[in-house]
């Protein structure tokens, strides 16, 4: 008969495998025989019916642990199901793609640990009602945020230093910029743009100079009592 170990044994680095507490498929990047030593996994996509989805710091194979080290660019793309993601802490990167399509999709907490979010990552996520980029974040691409039409409030900390073209444009509901940008790394009209009159940035003490000379409307500006 089969044991753990023998089936543990049979795993091997590009096989794909389904997760048995959450219906994940994953793929092995890594593979390991040995409980003391955790083999390493892609995540591929979720449960074609889940609703609420934690994407995990290490799932267990047949005995062995094995580490969520990247989450595949479009895992999540177009699904139409998926109102709740929560990212662990062994994730670096949310791809281009991700999240894109994603229309029911209402909230996504990300860890510290994310350091670019990819073009595309959040288009169309219509029910999203807002979001804080964490801040280790330096990049964010192109379209990132584009038609999040539900999108309320964002908050930006002051270590991005590249934000795309377009990143919130078609933001239709967009109020509330929480920016924390000394000077900020990127005009208004490129790239924060929401298509609303009524968006207010709120940035740090005097430093409004700073983001007029970046095309800011002065009348949108307010800055933060500290």
Same mark, same amino acid.
């Given at each position: 008969s089969f044991t753990l170990k023998s089936l543990a044994s049979n795993l091997k680095a590009n096989q794909t495998v389904a997760d048995a507490q959450s219906g994940a498929t994953l793929t092995i990047t890594r593979a390991s025989a040995d409980a003391s030593r955790p083999g390493e996994v892609k995540y591929m996509k979720?449960?074609? &019916?889940?609703? @609420?989805?934690?994407v995990p710091d290490t799932v267990d194979l047949y005995g062995v642990p094995y580490k969520v080290t990247a989450? +595949?660019?479009? @895992?999540?793309?177009? &699904?139409?199901?998926?109102? #709740?993601?929560?990212?662990?802490? #062994?994730?670096?990167?949310?791809?281009?793609?991700?999240f894109n399509g994603c229309t029911a999709l209402k909230k996504v907490k990300m860890p510290a640990t994310i350091t670019m979010i990819g073009d595309n990552a959040f288009k169309n996520c219509k029910s999203l009602t807002e979001i804080a980029i964490p801040d280790a974040v330096t990049k964010i691409g192109k379209s990132a945020f584009y038609g999040c039409k539900s999108l309320q409030s964002v908050t930006i900390p002051s270590s991005v230093t590249s934000i795309g073209m377009s990143c919130f444009?078609?933001?239709? +509901? =967009?109020?509330?910029?929480? =920016?924390?940008? +000394? %000077?900020?790394?990127?005009?208004? &009209?490129s790239? =924060?743009?929401? &298509?609303?009159?009524?968006?207010?940035? %709120?940035?740090?003490q005097g430093t409004t100079a700073n983001y007029t000379a970046q095309n800011f409307p002065s009348d949108k500006l307010i800055e933060r009592s500290e």
């Open positions: 979720p449960d074609a &019916n889940a609703t @609420a989805v934690t989450v +595949e660019a479009n @895992a999540f793309k177009g &699904n139409k199901k998926v109102q #709740s993601v929560v990212i662990s802490a #062994s994730v670096k990167s949310i791809d281009k793609d991700m444009y078609d933001c239709t +509901e =967009l109020v509330d910029y929480q =920016l924390y940008w +000394e %000077t900020p790394p990127v005009t208004w &009209n790239s =924060l743009m929401p &298509n609303n009159t009524d968006t207010y940035f %709120t940035i740090p």
